[in-house]
């Protein structure tokens, strides 16, 4: 039997912050992406997109890629086209880390902080990471198929006091 409830299909996630103050060092967030096989969708990531890299199928994608939080609008945006994907995943996770490379950073420490989930122009979530603020990474965003295989959303906010590389094998779990 079919079914008119159509699942998720493309969204963007969008990401911001204000620049470091003047003299200070910058403060650079990245948005991750991490796709879970159908056979282990809680296990290690089938494949990870991140700044300079994409989905290998060009399904998931980060259009815009900022180190400093300058400029107007979203600093960092991906867009995911789950409709796209193939059936051997089930599951997308989309996190947040902020890089350390100039001492240690948390949530709390980065001004004005927004992340937002948009399909098309609905919200279907928006987040400031206040509920983490002494955290260094946060999964934001969670993508599953239920069981007619149509994409569904569920918004996270799971805080991490790790690095980036760490973050990325723990995220899903």
Known sequence: ?????????????ALGWDPSPI??????????????????PHGEPAYLV??????????????????????????????????????RY???????VIQQAHGRKVFGEVANTLVEVREG???LARDDFAGVPDATAAACAEFARD?????????VLRGFDTDPDEFT???GA
């Open 50 to 87: 991140h700044f300079d890299s994409r989905s290998p199928d060009g399904t998931i994608t980060l259009n815009r890629d900022s180190r400093t939080g300058q400029g107007f609008g979203d600093d960092e945006v991906m867009t995911l086209e789950l409709e796209r994907l193939s059936e």
């Open 1 to 13: 039997m079919s079914t008119f409830n159509k699942g998720i299909e493309k969204v963007v996630v």
């Open 147 to 155: 069981a007619s295989g149509e994409w569904r959303f569920q918004p």
């Open 23 to 40: 003299g200070e060092p910058d403060i650079d967030l990245d948005l991750i992406a991490a796709t879970y096989p159908a056979d282990a």
């Open 121 to 123: 122009y609905t919200r």
């Open 169 to 171: 094998r723990l995220m």
């Open 90 to 96: 089930a599951r997308v996770v989309v996190g947040v």
